[in-house]
């Protein structure tokens, strides 16, 4: 599915933030990436869509290099490729069926996506989402009006609208409480398992990574350290991620 080699990026030269990453991520499943802040872990999933230009290596997502494309053969890419922000990114004065139709701005063309004029498809695919994260009676709320974890779950929608093949999400539990977070994840993992879309999500919480995930990959100083199964994942190799072992108790 997704291919990443040799994968560096600097923002100040001489400084890199990430050092040779090589990943293979398969069709199906849950990767969580863990890691002290300023390790790279962000800076790894937004590269992977070229949020964040990489400064050397290949990323092959379904048969292309994602790093070599143009900028119009990159938005064609993009449409693959969802993803779920930890600040939910929703255009806070729209609807929220107005923010998940958003997720097919790639699929219609300027005109009608400025006259808001969606196919009937699309808009029956919304209220299905909206059912799936459960906010069926939402269609007509203003962003800015939702909680936390209700913004969460449009981001979710609105990602899992594009039919995409692969779903980063950057954090997505941080700014939420331990309770909204579980919810978040269990909606997410559910959504990957049953539609097929393998899922590789960035985040601070070792123990919510443990539980949803399939595979983890442990990060320190720009580089991967580990790579395996949440039940490989020791207390001594926790500290060689994330450095000594006074958090740990």
Not at 47 to 66: H, K
Not at 92 to 114: D, F, H, I, K, Q
């Amino acid at each position: 599915m997704l291919s990443i080699k040799r994968l560096s990026k600097a923002y100040v030269a001489g400084k890199p933030v990430l050092i040779d990453i090589d990943l293979e991520i398969a069709s199906r499943g849950i990767t969580a990436i863990i890691g002290a802040s300023g390790t790279g872990k962000s800076t790894l999933i937004r590269c992977i869509n070229r949020l964040v230009e990489p400064t050397s290596g290949a990323i092959e997502f379904e048969g292309r290099d994602l790093v070599k494309l143009s900028r119009a053969s990159l938005r064609q890419a993009r449409r693959h490729i969802g993803m779920v922000f930890q600040e939910y990114n929703l255009v806070e004065r729209l609807t929220v069926m107005e923010n998940l139709l958003s997720g097919r701005l790639g699929y219609v063309s300027a005109w009608r996506a400025w006259r808001r004029k969606f196919p009937p498809a699309d808009i029956a695919r919304a209220f299905e989402l909206l059912d799936v994260v459960g906010l069926a009676g939402f269609a007509n709320q203003r962003a800015d009006s939702l909680s936390g974890g209700q913004r969460q779950r449009v981001g979710i929608a609105r990602a899992v609208m594009q039919q995409p093949s692969l779903l980063l999400a950057d954090e997505p539990t941080s700014s939420l409480d331990p309770k909204t977070s579980v919810e978040v994840m269990q909606l997410l993992t559910d959504i990957a398992r049953e539609r097929g879309i393998p899922v590789v999500i960035n985040m601070h919480d070792v123990e919510l990574a443990k539980r949803f995930s399939d595979r983890i990959v442990g990060m320190a100083g720009g580089k991967v350290v580990f790579d395996g199964p949440p039940g490989e994942l020791t207390d001594s190799m926790l500290k060689s991620i994330y450095g000594g072992e006074d958090w740990l108790h």
